[in-house]
Nanobody
């Protein structure tokens, strides 16, 4: 079983930066592919970025050039560095894990509880 715990959310002004962390434990073989998603009330969960064990990354067009996903395998921690934030980036952010590639589709079987990001104008 995989456990995921996100931290690092908060409130920031437009143009600011935040770094989200996702501490992972258990089920090492089920964490070969990991991703960050976000969701606002009333909308579907949206894929933001994903990374595999070989460091290959993929980003949603809306965050390319502003967000960077990385994975520190020694610390079992996934990161999402976010810069040039806008109010449209406000959402609950979740990390997810799977042993097969789901890329930016919300089909991962393992999810964290989420961390809130609020960007004010």
């Amino acid at each position: 079983q995989v456990q995921l715990v996100e931290t690092g959310g908060g409130s920031v002004q437009a143009g600011g930066s935040l770094r989200l962390s996702c501490a992972a434990s258990g089920g090492t073989g089920y964490r070969s592919y990991m991703g960050w998603f976000r969701q606002v009330p009333g909308k579907e969960r949206e894929g933001v970025a994903a990374i595999d064990n070989w460091g290959v990354t993929i980003y949603a067009n809306s965050v390319k050039g502003r967000f960077t996903i990385s994975n520190d395998n020694a610390k079992n921690t996934l990161y999402l560095q976010m810069k040039s934030l806008t109010p449209e980036d406000s959402a609950m952010y979740y990390c997810a894990a799977d042993r097969i590639s789901c890329q930016l589709l919300p089909e991962y079987p393992y999810w964290g509880q989420g961390t809130q990001v609020t960007v004010s104008s």
